[in-house]
């Protein structure tokens, strides 16, 4: 079966700085790898996916993710944190039939001005 | 497109009580997914629907959990009777099927159920 685990239950950086969220996966297959935001009382959206193409995927609002097979990681990077970022987000692996979604436990995103 | 609709946001009932949650997915989605958010276990899989049919309901926790899609526009996730551990924020998510595997889910704001 496929996992994720997210090393950062909470992260705290300043306005302006660097954001690095972490993720590592476990998957018997080639996997799809995802990182959804969810702010306060709303719903997940999609920030960014990996299906198998570049390794270095990027998505909306600044964020970017590499996958690394050889450690296992899909670790979540922004090279300067704005106060809106601050949300909880999560490392997602989709299962082999590619409708089947894990989540990892997720990281809360604190961002102080 | 409006997105995803839940209905209600927030849900207060008592213990033995039946509650049924409701979703719209969107229109053109052949996927629809219910998933449940606690503090304890994260966000679970609980059943998911390919063209109005169950495909895998290996999450929904026991009998007390049904879940129906009567038509591509409208499912409900009934809760009878309910009890105060499945207190926890339920949503909906839909996708469209494509070539390549994944298909993005969209996922609705969520209904907030409190079971007293």
């Known amino acids: 079966a496929q996992s994720v685990t997210q090393l950062d239950s909470h992260v705290s950086v300043s306005e302006g700085t660097p954001v690095l969220l972490r993720c590592n996966y476990s998957?018997?297959?080639?996997?799809?790898l995802f990182w959804y935001v969810q702010h306060p009382n709303k719903g997940l959206q999609l920030l960014l996916k990996y299906t198998s193409a570049a390794t270095l995927v990027k998505g909306i609002n600044g964020f970017e993710a590499e996958f690394k097979k050889s450690e296992t990681s899909f670790h979540l990077t922004k090279p300067s944190a704005h106060m809106s970022d601050a949300a909880e987000y999560f490392c997602?692996?989709?299962?082999?039939?590619?409708?089947?979604?894990?989540f990892g436990a997720g990281t809360i995103l604190r961002v102080k001005s | 497109d409006a997105g995803v609709i839940q209905s209600p946001r927030h849900e207060v009932t008592e213990m033995g009580q039946e509650v049924t949650l409701r979703c719209k997915p969107i229109?053109?989605?052949?996927?629809l997914f219910w998933y449940r958010q606690t503090m304890m276990r994260g966000l679970e899989l609980l059943i998911y629907f390919n063209n109005n049919v169950p495909i895998d309901d290996s999450g929904m926790p026991e009998d007390r959990f049904s879940a129906k899609m009567p038509n591509a526009s409208f499912s409900t996730l009934k809760i009878q009777p309910s009890e105060p551990r499945d207190s926890a924020v339920y949503f909906c998510?839909?996708?469209?099927?494509?070539?390549?595997?994944?298909?993005?889910?969209?996922f609705g704001p969520g209904t907030r159920l409190t079971v007293l």
């Open positions: 998957s018997s297959y080639s996997p799809s």
């Open positions: 229109s053109g989605h052949d996927y």
């Open positions: 997602v692996v989709s299962e082999e039939d590619g409708n089947k979604l894990v």
């Open positions: 998510a839909s996708s469209r099927a494509g070539a390549g595997g994944y298909n993005e889910q969209f």
